[in-house]
């Protein structure tokens, strides 16, 4: 396996026109030849020190993130700030970084759909009302109401229940859902004009949800690191099954790389 054959297999699912005009998707770090020949690849969130140190330890010679390296304009590297010392070490190791970002949140079988699958949800589709690709609206099997379906959502998802915020009615049905890892606070309008009823994501602003509110639509934020840590896992799986002839090493993140802890 070397660098051309990972880069055209990761943009095979998820390739580089899926980006949104203000994503940094792609190579973040690139240290080698097209050619060159690698033996593992280490798949993490995002890039951090820790997760630095742990590629490192891994002997793995590129790190796949979901969340960009370099995600604004970067007009220096200076090791005393936090992306300057990690592109610092990174080089130094000589570890290339690959980000998939919204392409992978876009591409078919990808965070979306993949949470939508753990959610259990059926007949799983984009929405007309969705415009730019990201939201999946699928439905429940069975009956219950949102409280009943957020308890099996929190087991399924292996979330802390504290972690989570909601607005709306717990005890009305959960029957319509539409999911958006990561920051989807925009959507609300699209999953309300969708006709869910309830709308799960991450990183929901204090007037977003009071406009949820209004519209009367249910919103359950898991967070954004509850709603992505699964990029780890599905990569992976992906790689994995592109790499069955064990030419590359995929390696999962064992990191928890949650910033937000929880008080006593």
């Known amino acids: 396996m070397n660098i051309a054959e990972l880069t055209r297999i990761i943009e095979k699912r ?13 190579w973040q770090l690139l240290g080698a030849s097209p050619k ?41 590297v200076d090791s005393n700030e936090v992306t300057g010392n990690l592109i610092y070490s990174l080089i130094r190791a000589g570890i290339s970084v690959y ?33 730019e690709g990201y939201l999946r609206v699928g439905y429940v099997d069975g009956e219950c109401d949102i409280a009943e379906y957020t308890q099996q959502l929190v087991r399924w998802l292996g ?12 005890g009305r049905p959960a029957a319509k859902i539409a999911v958006c890892t990561g920051a989807g606070g925009d959507f609300i309008y699209a999953a309300h004009q969708a006709g869910c009823d309830l709308f799960i994501t991450g990183d929901l602003k204090y007037h977003t949800a009071q406009t949820a509110k209004e519209l009367g639509l249910n919103v359950l934020d898991i967070g954004h690191y509850g709603s992505e840590k699964i990029f780890i896992d599905n ?30």
């Open 36 to 76: 060159q020949e690698i033996g593992r690849v280490l798949v993490a969130l995002e890039m951090t020190s820790a997760v630095a140190e742990e590629a490192c330890d891994a002997g793995a010679e590129v790190v796949i993130t979901h969340h960009p390296l370099i995600f604004s304009s970067l007009h220096r």
């Open 235 to 264: 990569m992976c799986a992906y790689l994995r099954t592109m790499m069955a002839d064990g030419s590359c090493e995929i390696i999962a993140s064992k990191l928890n790389l949650d910033p937000f802890d929880q008080l006593l």
């Open 159 to 170: 979330l802390d229940r504290r972690s989570l915020r909601f607005c709306g009615d717990a």
């Open 99 to 131: 980000a998939s970002h919204t392409p992978f949140d876009r591409c078919r079988g990808g965070n979306n759909d993949y949470l939508a699958a753990l959610l259990h949800l059926q007949d799983v589709a984009l929405p007309e009302t969705d415009e």
């Open 14 to 26: 998820a390739p580089l026109s899926l980006q949104a005009e203000w994503d940094n998707s792609g």
